[in-house]
């Protein structure tokens, strides 16, 4: 079984493990931050320079420019202040992780998840397994988890 990668949302923030992950509603999607997705995924001592060296290094062997899915938001940082951050939307920020060679854990969960979601595709009755636990595990009671289960189908 591969590893599991617990998110909870809290507001602005992502907890991923223990680290913060900070977001922003813009343009009817959240786009989070590239340094603190860089810093919860290596162990980078500074993930802005990380981040700078990550873009160079994919416009010199592969010719794409990484700053050209971002946009520059302005998040709260740890003193309060708004700064302009790089930011991406979900589906960029899987673009930028795939950049990271030392993401390979969280790569395997999401090739986990993506299989998974083959599966489903090919077995209706999977995805409606998945959605029962997930509802189970947030603590849902099983007769308020099977009304649901039934409007929907």
């Given amino acids: 079984m591969s590893e599991e990668f617990p998110v909870e949302l ?12 900070r977001r922003i509603w813009h ?11 860089i810093d919860a995924l290596t162990d980078s001592g500074n993930p802005r320079d990380y981040w700078y060296r990550m873009k160079r290094r994919e416009k010199e062997s592969s010719g794409i420019e990484l700053s050209t899915i971002c946009r520059q938001l302005k998040l709260t940082s740890a003193d309060g202040k ?4 790089d930011c991406v939307n979900t589906e960029a920020a899987f673009r930028i992780i795939q950049s990271i060679p030392k993401a390979e854990p969280f790569k395997r969960w999401l090739a986990q998840v ?40």
Avoid: C
Wanted: without cysteine.
């Fill in 114 to 153: 993506g299989y998974e979601r083959v599966q489903e595709i090919e077995n209706p009755e999977l995805a409606q397994q998945r959605m029962r636990q997930l509802f189970k595990a947030k603590g849902y009671p099983d007769d308020w988890i099977e009304k649901r289960v039934r409007g929907i189908a």
């Fill in 27 to 37: 343009d009817g999607q959240w786009f989070f931050s590239i340094v603190d997705i």
């Fill in 10 to 21: 809290h507001g602005k923030i992502i907890v991923f493990g223990a680290k913060q992950i």
């Fill in 82 to 85: 708004a700064y302009k951050t």
